[in-house]
């Protein structure tokens, strides 16, 4: 057994049941533990478009990424009364940005690039896993609150099946490389084993657990999520090894011992949350 594989054994045992557990309690402590993810996470980004000469505006970076999860869990709570000054603080923040920008940058330090990786950076990684607070506390959260923590472990659960079956079946049937410049060591065949563990494991796990909370979802439905999420999680894995091949490194930093930097770890379900709330949407279920 690899020393890699021993530290991705061990963050593992400790990350799963306090991802579980936090998921389960939701709320404030949801919401800050994704503010402080998404604070680390953009700062990577910002730190990979350094290496570029791009030098995003951090301070503000970063505040917005703090804020995002904070602010999503505030309006889900009141919709009515806190969603549109959260639109209109949003408009303030962009505004402060470019004024930023013009204070700081000037036209010879490159001040689109800067501005635009200091929103890509807050938005990718706060902003998307933030629709994790957009499910667990929904429609009726004060009425379905547990079964809606359920809604949030599902795809969770399914991600963590098809990135663990697309390696099997990368390592056990190799083949034409899915996207050899990006992610060389990805298969066609490991994409294809990662995507049918995602639809089977949505059939049979949704199936079993979501009746027991009182959300049950036919069929059909969880086939469907099964396909999103199989297709998205990878593309989403694939999306984040484009940024990073851009400045020539393998990880995005070196945080969490055996899997990288948080990008690195959440690349995944920085696709799959958005995803995944919008067909909960459609459903009904939030």
Not at 26 to 39: C, D, F, Y
Not at 114 to 130: D, E
Not at 155 to 175: S, V
Request: hydrophobic share 55%; with cysteine.
């Amino acid at each position: 057994m690899t020393r890699n594989l021993v530290q991705r054994i061990c963050v593992a045992v400790v990350a799963i049941p306090l991802a579980v557990g936090l998921v389960w309690w939701g709320g404030w402590p949801l919401a800050a533990v994704l503010a402080l993810l998404g604070v680390l996470g953009a700062r990577e980004l910002y730190g990979l478009a350094r290496r570029q000469g791009i030098d995003a505006l951090d301070g503000l970076g970063l505040a917005a990424a703090a804020v995002i999860p904070l602010a999503t869990y505030w309006v889900k709570g009141s919709e009515t009364r806190w969603a549109e000054p959260a639109i209109y603080a949003g408009a303030l923040w962009l505004l402060a940005v470019l004024a930023a920008a013009m204070r700081w940058r000037g036209p010879e330090r490159r001040p689109l690039p800067s501005v635009a990786v200091t929103a890509f950076g807050a938005l990718y990684a706060s902003a998307l896993p933030s629709f994790a607070i957009a499910i667990r506390h929904g429609a009726n959260a004060g009425v379905k609150s547990w079964p809606l923590a359920s809604l949030v472990l599902l795809p969770l659960a399914l991600t963590w099946i098809c990135d663990t079956a697309a390696m099997a079946a990368g390592n056990a049937f190799g083949g034409p490389k899915l996207a050899p410049v990006l992610s060389p060591n990805k298969t066609w065949a490991g994409a294809i084993g990662g995507f049918l563990a995602a639809v089977v494991a949505s059939v049979l796990l949704g199936g079993w657990v979501l009746p027991r909370v009182g959300l049950a979802l036919d069929a059909g439905r969880l086939v469907l999520v099964g396909v999103a999420v199989g297709v998205v999680a990878q593309v989403g894995d694939v999306a984040e090894s484009l940024l990073k091949r851009e400045v020539h490194v393998k990880d995005s930093s070196a945080l969490i011992p055996g899997h990288g930097g948080v990008l690195d770890r959440l690349d995944s379900l920085y696709f799959v949350f958005p995803v995944s709330a919008g067909l909960f949407r459609l459903f009904g279920l939030v």
